[in-house]
């Protein structure tokens, strides 16, 4: 956190294992007031990247992560991995609001981008079950708490294009439409 006037440092924190780990989206969950999260979203190698209580497994040399803590950043961290068994990017992220104030027990992470994976978890309902071509763009929801009980929904976009399909951004509006934006 950079002070208002960016004139110094408020708080800070390391969050990572021992690999190369990229945050690629952040998000803030509310007002300021100390219920705040922060969800970041990214990109791991790290084998031991911090879970919090979720007992998720590392797939592959690359793996994307998901991690919500207070805002400020000491309490209330949970994290997750999310992929497949190929090497996955993680682009943006959203969060969809069932009411005008957050809340973690009802609410939702969208997350959106490039996978090489053909076993990504929650794809087994989606409007595209399976990879069509050798990367695909995907959109993701995940249960805000990132727990193991968390459920997950996912879906492959993309056809048999030889260079792929990749998913940059991803917004949610008031009634529930998702947008993904990409190539």
Not at 50 to 76: E, M, R, Y
């Amino acid at each position: 956190e950079i002070s208002q006037s960016l004139d110094g440092t408020v708080n800070s924190t390391y969050i990572g294992g021992d690999g190369d780990d990229q945050v690629q989206a952040l998000v803030n969950t509310g007002t300021g007031t100390s219920d705040t999260l922060l969800y970041l979203a990214g990109t791991t190698a790290s084998t031991n990247f911090p879970l919090g209580s979720a007992t998720a497994a590392f797939a592959v040399q690359n793996d994307n992560f998901i991690a919500h803590i207070n805002k400020d950043l000491v309490a209330d961290y949970q994290a997750t991995y999310l992929g497949g068994n190929g090497v996955d990017i993680l682009w943006d992220m959203a969060l969809h609001k069932e009411a005008s104030a957050f809340d973690i027990n009802t609410d939702s992470v969208y997350v959106t981008g490039s996978t090489r994976s053909t076993g990504f978890q929650g794809s087994a309902q989606g409007e595209q079950e399976f990879i069509a071509g050798p990367e695909d763009a995907f959109i993701m929801r995940i249960d805000a708490t990132l727990t193991d009980a968390a459920t997950y929904q996912m879906t492959y976009l993309g056809g048999n294009e030889s260079n792929g399909e990749f998913g940059y951004a991803v917004a949610v509006d008031a009634i529930n439409g998702v947008y993904v934006g990409g190539v």
